[in-house]
């Protein structure tokens, strides 16, 4: 059984078709990866797992997505509960500008009436989940505002950790790093995979081939091959995802 489902997917912005008949699934505990060029679709697909699209005038969409038996397009469905269930992480770290510990709890409180032990509970073990337990659980009441970019990003995954989400979509979540944050964010998400389904949107195709295990190629609005990451880096069917990731387009 899939985590994600999505059937003949179309989604417009006004006159501009932004997404073509996307078809694909992901795998439960899987990190899959969307490549191409920029304005193919990567991150107009990635918004559509948590509706963050319905927040652009304009945008009308056809087609399913399901994520396990529930069709998350239907009108009445809860976009409380289902942003709950789909976290997202930014390319630029966006902290609130509030202490570290206030950052974590902040979901929790507004999602739940919790009170202070088991709020002090939560924030342990979500800064654990993301390795910064030990580096901050002496500066807790200080500014986020004053953590590193690398830290600003943990941090921001510890805080959609904390409302226990299914499923981390990520869009470009490296793109501010220097390369030796980037290999400690990639290394977490390796170790997050164990209990999430992540999707990653990444221009950064080495990234794609070092943390993914499956892999799409978008081109247009086209999902124009999805398979096994070292299949589409190794052996791609399709001629246009061969001259993407060699260089010769894009």
Wanted: aromatic share 8%; hydrophobic share 40%; proline share 4%.
């Amino acid at each position: 059984m899939m985590k994600i489902k999505v059937n003949n997917l179309n989604l417009w912005y006004g006159d501009f078709q932004a997404l073509k008949d996307v078809n694909v699934s992901f795998q439960y505990n899987k990190i899959t990866a969307i490549i191409g060029p920029s304005g193919c679709g990567k991150s107009t697909l990635l918004r559509v797992f948590n509706r963050m699209n319905d927040l652009v005038e304009g945008v009308r969409i056809n087609g399913n997505v399901f994520i396990e038996e529930e069709n998350i397009l239907r009108a009445n469905i809860n976009l409380v509960d289902l942003r709950k269930k789909v976290g997202m992480v930014f390319q630029r770290p966006n902290p609130f500008p509030l202490s570290i510990y206030e950052n974590v709890v902040f979901g929790p409180k507004i999602h739940n009436s919790i009170n202070r032990h088991e709020l002090d509970k939560i924030v342990e073990q979500s800064l654990k989940s993301v390795l910064l337990w030990d580096e901050l659980k002496d500066r807790l009441n200080k500014s986020a505002l004053n953590l590193s970019l690398e830290q600003k990003q943990r941090l921001c995954i510890a805080r959609l950790i904390a409302v226990k989400p299914e499923i981390l979509l990520m869009d470009e979540p490296c793109s501010a790093l220097d390369p030796q944050a980037t290999q400690r964010i990639e290394e977490l998400m390796r170790e997050l995979k164990n209990n999430y389904t992540i999707i990653i949107v990444t221009h950064n195709m080495q990234q794609a081939a070092r943390v993914s295990d499956e892999s799409g190629f978008m081109l247009l609005g086209e999902l124009i091959e999805f398979d096994k990451t070292q299949d589409i880096f190794t052996k791609p069917k399709d001629k246009r995802t061969e001259d993407y990731i060699t260089g010769r387009y894009g």
